[in-house]
């Protein structure tokens, strides 16, 4: 399944900003149409993500530490789900997700995807651009993302600025990620494909 219908890849500078945490996490991100996301945070805390199908490795070179995962569910990470704006298709089987139904009204298409535990996911798209995301439990809203400013260029569109508030118990948590200086490359970074640990890191499984 290809989460990102790119013929190309793009580079952007990106800011998350949450109501829990003060300081505002500022990198640098790639990602193209093969599920390749590199993803370098310089602050506050210098880490790296790359993430490919369904493999995530986290490392921190300042502490010398690593951190694999396996059968990773993209839809957990932030960037992710604000990515799945970039893409004009979207095939959410792969993650556990079994689509119900879709309905149409003028431009406006939603699409209802249903995860065995329960939680349902509707995907409202505007023309080619997902536009919301609404997340259901037991037919209780308990999150939300929606997307704007999208930048287009090669023949893909990114959306720029992406909005997300959860429920949780402690109340509503909202987040705000930004896309800035973004440029669209004729290809992936080979050098960001396979980042290599130092063989001295030990890289824990999860």
Known sequence: MILFMFSAAVFANISISNSVQKDTISGIIYVDQEDHIYIEVKHPVHQIFTFRGDTLLLYYPDDRKAFLFSEFNPMELPVSRALLGSGKEFDLSTYGFRFLKKKSKGDTTLSYWKKEEG????????????????????????????????????????PSRIHSQINTKNGILTEDVTFTDVQFLDAFPDSLKHIKIPEDVEVKGW
């Open 119 to 158: 939680g349902t996911v509707v995907l409202k798209n505007l023309k080619d651009k997902l536009i919301e995301i609404l997340i259901l439990h037991n037919g209780k809203e308990v999150g939300k993302t929606t997307y704007s400013d999208y930048k287009e260029g090669k023949g893909l569109h990114i």
